[in-house]
């Protein structure tokens, strides 16, 4: 007597979590989704528009996908130990040129700094004087 009373509770608690609607409604499995750690996008400049912790809703009858959250926009060399494997076969081939590219950029002394500051910190001094241009508007 005992096993069937523990039975019927556990069958009704298997019952509650298979139920998605209320009163009537039918029972289906839970279709369960995976979170994204990371949604990382590709653009044809060579940047990648990367999303930390995404929020990711989708219309699977409509094909549609949205992503929301904080986006970064990052070149793809600062990315790059992690996401080799997400790259394409087209992205490899711009990822071999740009390669190719750092060392004679070096050579040329063009090579932009890697820190992403810049030499010139002063105020550059004023090339005109725009108090004489309001007053040549107000004439």
Do not use: W, Y
């Not at 002063?122 to 090339?127: G, K, N, Q, R, S």
């Amino acid at each position: 007597m005992k096993e069937t009373i523990m039975n019927q509770e556990k069958l009704a608690k298997l019952q509650a979590q298979v139920r998605i609607g209320g009163k009537g409604t039918a029972r289906r499995k839970k279709k369960v989704v995976h979170r994204a750690a990371t949604v990382n996008m590709f653009t044809n400049q060579g940047t990648v528009i990367h999303f930390n912790n995404p929020e990711v809703q989708a219309s699977l009858a409509a094909n549609a996908f949205t992503i929301t959250g904080h986006a970064e926009t990052k070149q793809l060399t600062e990315m790059l130990p992690s996401i080799l494997n997400q790259l394409g076969a087209d992205s490899l081939t711009s990822l071999r040129s740009l390669a190719e590219s750092l060392p004679k950029q070096s050579v040329d002394g063009k090579a932009p700094l890697a820190n992403g500051e810049d030499d010139d910190d002063e105020v550059p001094d004023l090339a005109e004087n725009f108090d004489e241009a309001s007053k040549n508007e107000a004439n």
